[in-house]
C-alpha cells in the first residue's frame, strides 16, 4: 500500500521534472528562432520549422508511450497524477475554436459573447459534484460501459454509443478542419495536404499508444497552446496599458471603448458610411422583389457598358472591370436572387449601429418597446446556451472518459479543479484580448488616414479578404469604423502584428492553434475508436476475444474513423460551426439526465434511461431541423420558421427543450416500470463511497 | 452488503454539500446573468458588474466551489472511514 503511495510520489515527480525540463527546451527553441530571423530566415521556413518540429515532437513522444496494454491503451494505467490529468484535460477541452475563435467572438458580441466564457467553464463544476469521482469508482473505460452496468442489457449501452459516436464525430471533422486551415495559411500547402499532415500528426500519437500515448502528448499540446496564446496578449497589455497582467487592468481600457462607442454612435462620418450601406440594402431588395425583370435589365446594361468602353476604346483596366462585371454576373434570376439577399443582408450588417462592447443585451432599435423585447429574447438566449454549454461539457464523453485516467477517487475529484484551472487561464484571458484589439482598432486604426494604415491591415486583407477587409466607402481617406470588416479568427491570429512582435511569435500563435486543435482531435478519435472496438465489438458482438485482438481491432478502427473524418473535412463542409455547437446540446440531452439519475436516484431503471435518452435526442432533433436553415433545407421543412420557434430560442440552445424533456421521460417512465433489482441498488451503493470495506461488488476493469 | 447508519449519514452529508454548492453555483451563473442589466450600473474597478462576473468572477468562484468540494468531501471520506487506501 505505501510502495504504492511512494511510487506515485516518484512518478509524479519524474512528470515534473520531464515537463519542466520540455519547457525549458521548447523557450529556448524559441529564443534561437528569434535570433535566425533576425539573422534573415524567411519567413515562410518559421513556418515549416514550427509545423514540422511540433508535430514531430508529438509523434516522439507517441512512440515512446507506445503499449499494447489493455489498461494502459484505454485508461493510460490509471496513473495519471491529478495535476497533469488536468493538463491534458485542458489541451482535450479547448479547441481550435477555443483557441482562434473565442476572443474574435467575443469582439464581434460582446457581453453576449461572455455565454461561451461561462458556459464552457461552469460545466466543469457539474462534472466535479455530480460525476466525475463516480465515474472513477465504477472505474472501466468507456460512458456507455457505465450506461450497460447501470441500466443493464444492451439497449442502453447501444443508445450511448450512438450518441458518443453522434456528438464525437461532427467535433472531430471541426478540428481536422481547423488543422487544414491553420498549415496551409501559415506554410503555403494546399487545404488538403494540410489536413492529412495533420492526420498523421494525430493517428502517430493515438494509433500506437492509445490513451497513454494522447495523456502525455497533451500535456505537451497544452504547454505550446498556453504560452502561444500569452506572449502576445501581455505585449499588447504593456502597449496600451503599461502593466504586463491584462487580466488585471483591462477594466480601464474597456471603459475608453465604452466612451468611444458612444462617440462613434454620433459621429457624422460614421453615419454617413452607415447610410451609403444602409441604401445599398434597400436598393438590393428593390432588385430583389422586381425578380425576373430587373435580372435581365442588370444583365443588358452591363453587356451595354462593355460594348461602349469598348468602342470608346477606354482605358484597358475600365475594359477588363467590366468584362469581368459580366462575367461575373449571376446566371440565372434564381442565382441572382441568392446572390443579392445574400448582398442585401451583408449590407444591412454593416449598416447597423455600434455594438456596446460591455453593454448586456444590447439593443440600439429607436423604438423602447421593440428595444425591450429584442432585450429579452436576448437575455433568454444568454441563459439558454450557458445551460445548454454547460450541460454539455459535463457529458461530452471525452472529457469525461480522462476521469478514468486518474489513481483514486480523490485524485479524480482533485483533477477537476486542475482540469478547469488550466482552462481557465486562457478564457479569463480571452476577454481581456477581445476588448485590448477592440481599443487598438477603434482609437489607432478607425480616424487615421488610409494612407498611414499598418503593415498588417494591407497583409491580412491579402491572406482573406473574408478576416478584415477595410475600404473607403465615403471616400473622405480616412477609416470610419462601419468601413471596418472584421472576421472571427483574425484577432487571435493578427495580435502578435497589432503588438508588434517579430513574425517567429506569429508562427508561435499558428502552433498554439495546431496544438489545440490536434489534442481535441486526439481525445474524440480515441473516445469514438473505443465506442467501436470496446462497447460495442467487445461487449456486444464477441465477449470472449482477447486481450491483444481487442486492442488490434481498436487501432484499426481508429484508423478507419480517422480517415473517414479527414475526407469529410477536406470537402469543406459549410455548416461545421453549426454541428459542433449541436454536439453540446446533443450530448446533453442523451447523457446528462441518464449518466446523473443513475448515481443519485436509485429508482432510475433501464426503461427510464432509454426513453430519456431517446426523448433528449428525439426533442433536440426535432427543434433543430425545424429552425436551423440548413437542415430546414436537409428535411425539407417548409412554412415560416416563426410557426417553429419556441419563445425565440436559437436552435444551437435545442437542448433547453431536450434536457427537460428527457429528464420528465426518464422519470415518469421509470416509475411506471419495476424498480431495478437489488444487484443495480448495491452497484449505485458502491459507485457512491470511494471505498466501502465489506463491499462485494468490484466494477474496477484492470 | 448491508449500509450501516454511519454510511447513510455519509451520503446524506455528501447531499448537503452538492446541494450548496449547486445553488451557489446557480446564482453565479443564472441568476447573474438574468440581472445583468442592473447589475451593469455598478462599477468594478472599471469593469461593470455583470461584465466582470461573467468574463471573470463567476470562472473563480467556480474553481472556489470545485476545490472546496474536493477537500471537504476528503474529510469526510477520512471521517467516515470510507477513504481509499491507495491501493
Known sequence: ?????????????????????????????????????????????????????????????????????????????????????????????MSAASFIGMAGGLYLQGF???????????????????????????GQFTIPDFLGARYGGHVARFIGIFAAILCSFTYVVAQIYGVG???????????????????????????????????????????????????????????????????????????????????????????????????????????????????EEGKA????????????????????????????????????????????????????????????YYSANPDPVKAEEERNTKRRNFLALVFCLMLGTAALPHILMRYYTTPSVHEARKSVFWSLFFIFLL???????????????????????????????????????ALLSIADINMDGIVQRAEISIGQDIVVLATPEIAGLPYVISGLVAAGGLAA????????????????????????????????????????????????????????????????????????????PALV???????????????????????????????????RGVFGVTGPVSDYIWFGIQPISAGVFGVPAGIAALVIVSLLTPAPDKQVQEFVEHCRYPNLRGDTIDTLAR | ??????????????????????AIWFVVTFVMAYFARPLAEINFFGWPLSFYMGAQGSLVVYLVIIWYYARKMRQLDIEYGVEEGED
Request: proline residues 3%.
Open chain 1, 1 to 93: 500500500m505505501s510502495a504504492q503511495v511512494s511510487s506515485n510520489r516518484a512518478f509524479f515527480n519524474k512528470l515534473k521534472k520531464y515537463y519542466s525540463w520540455y519547457t525549458g527546451g521548447f523557450l529556448v527553441f524559441l529564443v534561437v528562432l528569434a535570433i535566425l530571423e533576425q539573422m534573415g530566415l524567411p519567413r515562410v521556413w518559421i513556418g515549416y520549422v514550427f509545423l514540422f518540429a511540433t508535430i514531430a515532437l508529438y509523434a516522439g513522444i507517441g512512440i515512446m508511450s507506445r503499449t499494447a496494454d489493455v489498461a494502459e491503451y484505454y485508461v493510460a494505467g490509471r496513473r495519471v497524477p491529478a495535476l497533469f490529468n488536468g493538463m491534458a484535460t485542458g489541451a482535450d477541452w
Open chain 1, 112 to 138: 453576449d459573447g461572455l455565454a461561451f466564457i461561462m458556459g464552457w467553464t461552469g460545466g466543469y463544476c457539474l462534472v466535479a459534484l455530480l460525476l466525475a469521482p463516480y465515474l472513477r469508482k465504477f
Open chain 1, 181 to 295: 486551415i491553420i498549415t496551409s495559411r501559415f506554410t503555403g500547402v494546399e487545404f488538403q495536404v494540410g489536413v492529412f499532415l495533420g492526420l498523421a500528426g494525430i493517428l502517430v500519437c493515438s494509433f500506437l499508444g492509445g490513451m497513454r500515448a494522447v495523456t502525455w502528448t497533451q500535456v505537451a499540446q497544452y504547454i505550446i497552446l498556453i504560452i502561444a496564446y500569452m506572449i502576445p496578449v501581455v505585449w499588447l497589455a504593456v502597449k496600451h496599458t503599461g502593466v504586463p497582467l491584462p487580466q488585471f487592468v483591462y477594466g480601464k481600457v474597456l471603459e475608453k471603448v465604452s466612451q468611444r462607442e458612444k462617440q462613434l454612435d454620433t459621429d457624422a462620418k460614421e453615419l454617413e458610411v452607415r447610410k451609403i450601406f444602409a441604401d445599398r440594402a434597400a436598393d438590393l431588395r428593390k432588385r430583389v422583389a422586381a425578380l425576373p425583370k430587373s435580372w
Open chain 1, 301 to 360: 446594361a452591363a453587356e451595354k457598358r462593355l460594348e461602349e468602353l469598348r468602342a470608346a476604346n477606354a482605358p484597358l483596366a475600365e475594359i477588363k472591370a467590366a468584362e469581368k462585371a459580366v462575367a461575373d454576373y449571376p446566371k440565372s434570376a434564381e442565382d441572382a436572387r441568392k446572390a443579392w439577399t445574400a448582398q442585401a443582408n451583408a449590407a444591412a450588417a454593416r449598416a447597423a449601429p455600434v455594438l456596446h462592447h460591455a453593454v448586456p
Open chain 1, 427 to 465: 478564457y479569463f484571458t480571452a476577454p481581456a484580448l477581445a476588448v485590448l484589439v477592440k481599443y487598438d482598432i477603434y482609437t489607432l486604426i478607425v480616424g487615421s488616414k488610409f494612407a498611414d494604415l499598418p503593415g498588417w491591415v494591407a497583409g491580412w486583407q491579402k491572406v482573406d479578404a
Open chain 1, 517 to 592: 486543435a490536434l489534442s481535441t482531435a486526439d481525445g474524440l478519435l480515441l473516445t469514438i475508436a473505443n465506442a467501436l472496438s470496446h462497447d460495442l465489438y467487445y461487449k456486444m458482438i464477441n465477449p470472449n476475444a482477447s486481450t491483444q485482438k481487442r486492442v488490434t481491432i481498436s487501432k484499426i478502427l481508429l484508423l478507419f474513423v480517422a480517415l473517414a473524418a479527414a475526407s469529410v473535412a477536406a470537402q469543406k463542409p459549410a455548416d461545421i460551426l453549426f454541428l459542433v455547437s449541436a454536439a453540446f446540446s446533443f450530448a446533453a440531452a442523451s447523457f446528462f
Open chain 1, 597 to 631: 439519475a443513475g448515481v443519485f436516484w436509485k429508482r432510475a431503471n433501464k426503461w427510464g434511461a432509454i426513453a430519456g435518452m431517446v426523448v433528449g435526442l428525439g426533442v433536440c432533433f426535432y427543434y433543430m431541423a425545424t429552425t436551423q436553415p440548413w437542415l
Open chain 2, 1 to 22: 452488503m448491508q449500509l450501516t447508519e454511519k454510511h447513510r449519514e455519509y451520503w446524506q452529508r455528501n447531499l448537503n454539500i452538492t446541494i450548496v454548492l449547486l
